[in-house]
């Protein structure tokens, strides 16, 4: 059996050298700026908190990062790819440390929009790896690790801080599956906040370059 953590790490590794050659891209187009402009994309990373029960046990807090990338596909929706990794170093006072790693993409709408200042929903569907401890009495416990279905809905706010940087806060719903204190899968329902900065690699708008 392969070990999750070293997968989700090859997938990490993938994603962050795609980044790197967009950004690279991007530095070394010149000249005049096209008339016509394809989709705007932006990356982003930031801190990630998960609030998430543990069956019938109580809720552990985790810390950790967020990963995304975004494309603007017109003025209003977009589409996001979204990853977060957060973890705690023991579970609801159990010797067990815990984590939870999500990959998840889906449709965004922006519900205010003023320049690159907006107010947006989304909804992302994909996949999260949980692993953690349960307390089956004061004395035991059990744990393990779910690869299960996961999705989150939420909404976020997002506001320049220069002409490529920016800021953005997110609040979602996040439905993964975990054990509960017989051992049986277990819906949870988490609540995940993420403060990211926004590195904005190519915009919808473009200034026409005059040629002498």
């Known amino acids: 059996m392969r070990n999750p953590v070293t997968t989700a790490g090859k997938v990490y590794l993938f994603v962050l050298v795609m980044t790197s050659a967009a950004v690279a891209q991007s530095r070394l187009q010149s000249g005049p700026a096209p008339a016509v402009a394809g989709p705007a994309y932006d990356v982003s990373v930031g801190y990630s908190y ?15 990062l967020d990963f995304s990338g975004n494309v603007a596909l017109g003025p209003r929706w977009g589409v996001t790819l979204d990853s977060s990794y957060s973890r705690t170093s023991n579970v609801l006072s159990t010797p067990h440390q815990g984590y939870a790693l999500t990959f998840l993409t889906g449709p965004v709408f922006s519900v205010v929009r003023h320049g690159n200042t907006r107010v947006f929903l989304r ?5 999260g790896l949980i692993d953690g401890g349960v307390p089956v009495t004061d004395t035991s416990y059990f744990h393990g690790w779910l ?5 989150a809905v939420g909404a976020g ?3 320049p801080v220069s002409e490529r940087l920016g ?46």
């Open 157 to 159: 706010f997002e506001h």
């Open 50 to 64: 998960l609030s998430m029960p543990i069956g019938s046990a109580g809720r552990a807090s985790m810390n950790g």
């Open 167 to 212: 800021v953005r806060v997110v609040a979602d719903y996040l439905r993964t599956t975990f054990y509960d204190a017989t051992g049986a899968a277990q819906g949870q329902g988490n609540l995940r906040i993420t403060v990211s900065a926004v590195f904005r690699l190519k915009e919808r708008r473009h200034r026409y370059s005059q040629l002498r």
């Open 147 to 151: 690869f299960r279905p996961a999705y």
């Open 123 to 127: 909804g992302l569907g994909g996949a």
